[in-house]
């Protein structure tokens, strides 16, 4: 395990993290896409099947454990205890709209045609898209709060850090997996307005806010 595929995922925990202080903290979940949050439970779910058939490692086991607790339980803070404070006015989007191709294209596109793998394949698509609810959510309130612009940084980063793992894992391990990379890609290109904005604008003090993503 190299040190970008480590910083990815600290920066991946923390993402999260931030997001739970800030709902709690707030006693809120006003900003926040349930959408968003119901696929990344979903992407979770579905890739880490394998807690049931394979032990990694003892660190890869743990991470993928806190990341559903963590998913299910900002799940339950948006739709249970908090749901007052949901706008589900705002979080619009028509999950279908990702849904559908993404079972379809994973089950054209896999490493193989088993039900694990076009689940981990299904994880891979999924969460390429996953954050365009969220997305969509700010482009239609117009602004979004520091604390969430925060969230979505460390979540752009991951997903940076991550393209920087694959590269180092090509020119060391002569290892390249194209639809891992690939939607690795995609997702990152969602994320280039916003850090564009989160440089110019947040980190100025200024408030965010982002064009249609779609």
Known sequence: MNIFRILGDVS?????????????????????????????????????????TNFISIYNTVMKVIFLICAYVTVYMIYVKFRKTFDS???????????????????????SFTPLEILWTFSIYLESVAILPQLFMIS????????????????????ALYIANWVWRYHTENFYDQIAVVSGVVQTIFYCDFFYLYVTKVLKGKKLSLPMPV
């Open 12 to 52: 991946h925990l923390l993402a999260i993290i931030i997001l739970l202080l800030k709902i709690v903290k707030s006693k809120s979940c006003a900003g926040i896409s349930g959408k968003s949050q119901i696929l990344f439970a979903l992407v979770f779910t579905t890739r880490y099947l394998d807690l049931f």
């Open 89 to 111: 006015e705002n979080d619009s989007f028509r999950l279908e709209f990702l849904l559908v191709p993404v079972i379809g294209l994973s089950f054209l596109e896999n490493h």
């Open 140 to 159: 239609k309130t117009g602004e979004a709060e520091t604390i969430t612009t925060h969230y979505l940084f460390f979540l752009g980063l991951y997903r």
